[in-house]
């Protein structure tokens, strides 16, 4: 759906720097999701975040991924020290609640690593 | 643990043509399964859904069934056009919220 946003759309990183990716949910949603899908792959899941809280972070390595909600502005997804294997398409996804389930992505943001 | 299986991989069909999709799930507490649609280089797009408590639910040429006991679901398109084409998700969800996706099909449909 075209109300949920993210930016950038492409970045391009080099290993070690720091990658940011920003996901704004549809306007009255506050439930937001972060997907990773690899090239010619499907989609896997990585965390579930409410506002100021991360409910569920089961598919989220445990070491350089990060991700927040916070009370105000978007959430975002953070990756330091990106290496080859983070190239990838991050996309999120917002419902207006749980029980609902209806998730709506966002166009993604594809991140390169060189 | 959680899992989706979908078959098949890929299907190719002659425009007109139906074209069914599998799924099974594993968790039974899964009581939403959505279908997506993605486009090459394109967000997956939301196109139909069905819920536990259901076990058909049809949208113009798209319908999907759901059979609860033995843990699977289909997507059905009838009346295919080229513009059908492109990589279907089926998914599950989770106790959490979250969806479990299966692997996709790539669905060609021949003028």
């Known amino acids: 759906n075209a109300g949920v946003m993210q930016n950038p759309r492409h970045l391009v990183r080099r290993r070690g720097q720091e990658a940011r990716l920003r996901c704004s949910p549809m306007?009255?949603?506050?439930?937001v999701y972060w997907y990773r899908q690899l090239p010619e792959e499907g989609l896997k899941f990585m965390v579930y975040?409410?506002?100021?809280?991360?409910?569920?972070e089961s598919g989220m390595p445990k070491e350089r991924f990060s991700a927040e909600f916070p009370k105000e502005g978007p959430s975002i997804l953070r990756i330091q020290q990106v290496v080859r294997g983070d190239s990838a398409a991050y996309f999120c996804?917002?419902?207006?609640?749980?029980?609902?389930?209806?998730?709506?992505f966002g166009p993604g943001t594809r991140l390169t690593v060189t | 643990g959680e899992n989706v299986e979908q078959h098949p991989s890929t299907l190719s069909v002659q425009e007109g043509d139906s074209a069914v999709i599998k799924c099974t799930y594993s968790d039974s507490a899964s009581n939403y399964f959505p279908w997506y649609k993605q486009e090459l280089g394109k967000r997956p797009q939301l196109i139909i859904d069905?819920?536990?408590?259901?076990g058909e639910k049809k949208d113009q040429r798209i319908a999907v069934t759901l059979n609860k006991t033995a843990k699977h679901f289909s997507l059905h398109i009838t009346e295919t056009q080229p513009e059908d084409s492109a990589v279907y998700f089926c998914a599950a969800t989770s106790n959490t919220g979250k969806l479990i996706f299966g692997q996709g099909t790539t669905l060609q449909v021949k003028p």
């Open positions: 069905i819920r536990s408590n259901v």
């Open positions: 975040l409410q506002k100021e809280n991360i409910i569920d």
């Open positions: 996804a917002s419902s207006p609640q749980r029980e609902i389930n209806e998730q709506y």
């Open positions: 306007k009255g949603h506050s439930h």
